[in-house]
């Protein structure tokens, strides 16, 4: 079903695929034509995300190897709502270094720590009309984007682990209170 820009009411939650699905190793196209059907998929994104309890939610992550990405997240003690769904994105500007803890909504159960990623970025591309944007980010939403991003090229968090006893199972006590601290990427 087709529906305008920013006024369908028929979102719906797409199916999230896991590792064994050889998409999520793509690399995934740039989108060149911009039409409202895009609206109806960032909006589904995001509804996806919401459903999962997810941060972040790139294409491939729905079986669609294209390079789009949302991400949602609130900074903590009432800091800055980021809301984004960002279209060809690039890092133009990496800045720092930190080791993190990530999970993914396609590799349920599991959880990597010390998972390098840069403290500063500058992210590139192009909003759901396709107009330029520019969305600068810190910490761990910069940690979100860089993991997003990732998805476009292929890459998952198991290849960024500096070693195999960093991936770890989460017990669903642990998921819990990791849900409640926001410490879950996507
Ligand atoms: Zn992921």
Redesign the pocket.
């Known amino acids: 079903m087709e529906c305008g820009a920013g006024e369908c009411e028929h979102m719906a939650i797409r199916k999230v695929i896991t590792t064994e699905n050889p998409i999520l190793r793509q690399k995934a196209k740039k989108i060149h034509r911009f039409d409202p059907s895009l609206q109806r998929l960032v909006d589904d994104m995001f509804e996806t995300m919401h459903a999962a309890n997810g941060v972040?939610l790139?294409a491939p992550?729905i079986a669609q190897s294209i390079r789009v990405f949302v991400a949602e997240y609130q900074e903590p003690e009432e800091g800055a709502h980021h809301k984004v769904a960002v279209f060809n994105p690039e890092i133009v500007k990496a800045e720092g270094e930190a080791l993190g803890s990530e999970g993914?909504?396609?590799?349920p159960g599991y959880r990597g720590d010390n998972i390098r990623r840069a403290t500063r970025i500058l992210v590139k591309g192009l909003d759901v009309r396709g107009k330029p944007i520019r969305v600068p980010a810190e910490g761990w939403f910069a940690r979100i984007l860089q993991?997003?991003i990732d998805?476009l090229d292929g890459i998952?968090?198991l290849d960024r682990l500096d070693s195999p006893d960093d991936l770890h199972e989460i017990t669903s006590e642990e998921e819990e209170a990791e849900a409640e601290a926001e410490a879950i990427?996507?």
């Open positions: 972040g790139a992550q993914c909504l396609s590799i993991h997003e998805h998952l968090f990427i996507e």
